[in-house]
Each structure stands twice: as structure tokens, then as C-alpha cells.
């Protein structure tokens, strides 16, 4: 298994780094993305992946939160990083209408920014999008059939929402929010919509601890040893044994960030 969002650079983890990864190492799971979100947190992503090569990779871009910090849209920090071997994918990338954290004209010129370079790079792109699905979707569009590869991370949306990113050929990142017997209701019912070849299952720790872990962790820090839980839930709810998902999202996370087989040692 590998998991596709950790926030590792988050302040949650400063104490015992080492050991969230040795802990998920323990879990079975096989390697880590671990994601940028702004320039300054996609230069520690990358730093600290090089501190587990093999198992370790990351990601470089500017959230939508963190759009209004841009003061150069050709976001040369990030193409810098873009080019070293570990970076493998351009974002997170996106746009938050939840929040408005950055102004919204700001948000869409810096996920278009980002859009162009992953093209001109000819990398994939790790994206976000939260109350924003129509402008998310229409800014994508244009740029969809130039990219190799794109993943929405986090899916939490609406079935009509899963079929307009299937349609356009993304892949669909799943987290413990299928895990919540309030908030995960719709996506536990759909979630086996997702192709075999377009799941990739994620924790985006520190966030969204699995609601229905047993025994409750006494910490609400999320961490990736939970990853097997997360897969095991949305097996269930497709229907499918375990380790099959976890089969198919390792192969399909291979191919979509071109890191052959992550090493656990």
C-alpha cells in the first residue's frame, strides 16, 4: 500500500517523525507521498522525503489556501523543485470556495498556473477542490487531455460529482471520511462507482482520524498506520475483499506517480 497524502511537514509531527514512519513502515504500508502545499512546505516535503529514500516521495505546489502568498504565477520555486528526482507530481492543487482562505480570482489563476506547468513538465497533478466543483471543473477541462495523469485527493463529493471526474479520467483519492457514519454516508454508497483503476487510497494525516477505529486512538492526530484500516472500510463497502483493493491501489499508485516499487526498508 501507499498512501498518497501525508501531510508530514504539518507542526502535529514535529515530536516524532522517525517513528510516524517507522510506525507506518510496521503497518504494511509500502511507501509515502508526502504533500506540498506551499512553497516553503513543498522545499521540507522534499527534504524530508530524501530522508527515507525509496519509501519516501513528494509532491510541490501551492494550496488554494495558500494562492494568495503568489507573486509569481511562473511559480519558479516550484519548477525548481519539480525537476528533482523525489518531486513526483505538481499540487496540491486546487480550489477551496469552503474557506476563502485566498480571494477566488486568486485561487483559479494559481491552479491554472500549476495546470500549465504539470503539462509543460509532463508530470501528473495532485489536486483539491472543496464547494468549487463547477469552476474546479471547468478550469480542468482545457488542460485534461494535455496532462498524463491527474488524482482528485480527498473525494468527499456528490455522486454526479464522482461521474464528472470519471468522465474526464481522473483518479480518485479516498480517506477516512469513508470511515464517518455521518459525514461519509453518501461516499460509502458510492464509492464502488470508482474503477479498480482509478482508487488510490490516502489517511491526508494529520487530518480526518477514522471515526470508527477501535480502540479509539487516544490522540485525534491521524497518522498513515491507519492506511490498512481506511482500505479495509472501503473494501467493504465495494464489496470486495481487502486485500484485493489494496492490490489494485498499489499497482494503480505505481503507475500514476511512475515510482516503481517504494521500498519498506
Given amino acids: 500500500m501507499i498512501d498518497i497524502g501525508v501531510n508530514l511537514t504539518n507542526s502535529r509531527f514535529d515530536k516524532d517523525r522517525d517513528e510516524v514512519v517507522a510506525r507506518a513502515k510496521a503497518a504494511g504500508v509500502h511507501g509515502l507521498i508526502l504533500t506540498g502545499t506551499s512553497i516553503d512546505e513543498s522545499q521540507q516535503a522534499l527534504a524530508m522525503a530524501r530522508q ?3 519509501y519516501t516521495y513528494s509532491t510541490a505546489g501551492v494550496h488554494p489556501h495558500d494562492a494568495k502568498s503568489v507573486q509569481d504565477l511562473a511559480l519558479p520555486e516550484i519548477r525548481e523543485l519539480a525537476a528533482q528526482p523525489e518531486v513526483v507530481a505538481v499540487g496540491e492543487c ?4 469552503n474557506r476563502d482562505f485566498s480571494p477566488r480570482p486568486q485561487q483559479e489563476a494559481v ?8 503539462v509543460e513538465l509532463n508530470m501528473p497533478v495532485f489536486m483539491h477542490c472543496r464547494d468549487a466543483h463547477e469552476r474546479f471543473m471547468a478550469i480542468l477541462k482545457p488542460w485534461r487531455d494535455k496532462l498524463p495523469a491527474a488524482v482528485l485527493h480527498c473525494f468527499t463529493g456528490t455522486r454526479e460529482e464522482l461521474r464528472d471526474c470519471l468522465a ?4 480518485i483519492g479516498i480517506t477516512g471520511w469513508v470511515c464517518d457514519e455521518r459525514r461519509g454516508t453518501e461516499l460509502r454508497e458510492i464509492v464502488g462507482d470508482i474503477p479498480d483503476s482509478r482508487l488510490m487510497v490516502e489517511t491526508d494525516c494529520p487530518y480526518l482520524l477514522p471515526r470508527d477505529y477501535r480502540p479509539k486512538p487516544k490522540s485525534s492526530r491521524n497518522e498513515p498506520k491507519f492506511l490498512p484500516h481506511i482500505a479495509s472500510v472501503i473494501a467493504e463497502c465495494r464489496g470486495q ?20 516499487s517504494p521500498s519498506a526498508q
Fill in 52 to 54: 527515507w529514500p525509496g
Fill in 94 to 97: 486546487g480550489l477551496d470556495f
Fill in 111 to 118: 491552479f491554472e498556473a500549476q495546470l500549465a506547468m504539470a
Fill in 168 to 171: 474526464l479520467d481522473l483518479h
Fill in 241 to 260: 475483499p481487502p486485500e484485493q483493493v489494496m492490490a489494485n491501489a498499489y499497482v494503480t499508485t505505481q503507475a500514476f506517480f511512475n515510482i516503481g
